[in-house]
């Protein structure tokens, strides 16, 4: 696959809590040089990279992030402010506490709301697979297609680990046909991404993709 093809499948990423508008900035032409699907950025940088790329990209940011405890009450406003701010796409974290109590009504009314906030723009929920024995997967596949998200996630690359294809091979076995597959964090070379693609992931999110296809170093998300 050429790489082109590749990054049509990308989130091009940058979520750490140091990042500037410059920095952002770059992410952005880099996203619409490449041909990115989104780019994922914090939410306070939202409205201004919407003002700067126009219609040339879509932007994407988190909700919840990174740690999920939050209150839907406050997901929901966070998701709203986004969208008015021009965010096209809504990263949200689950609860994991919830899940890991087995509060699985309270997971599925949140990802609803969220949805409903959300309309017609895309709604991914991300797990924290590394966090999470299988059998809280299956039933995080089982929720996600129930609640009406668009979109399982994998991580949000700011705890113990990212992707693993294994993750991507267990969705895929357990998700409703409505529900599409994102890979994300510790995509570390372009193989990498090409076999989640090949396992059925639709959305890769990584910050690394400029500096895999240059052959540099590559730290990070």
Known sequence: MDNSKIWKHVDHTLLLQEAVWGEIKQICDEGVEYGAASVCIPPSYVKEAREYVGDKIAVCTVIGFP???MTTKTKAFETKDAIENGASEIDMVINIGWLKDKKYNLIEEEI????AVCGEKILKVIIETCLLTDQEKIKMCEIVTKAGADYIKTSTGFSKAGAVFED???FAENIGPNVKM???GGIASME???KFLALGAERLGTSRMT???KNEAAPGY
Do not use: F
Request: net charge positive.
């Open 67 to 69: 740690n999920g405890y």
């Open 192 to 194: 990498d991404a090409e």
């Open 112 to 115: 609803r709301t969220l949805k």
């Open 168 to 170: 991507i091979e267990l």
């Open 211 to 213: 500096k895999i296809m």
């Open 182 to 184: 994102k890979a994300a």
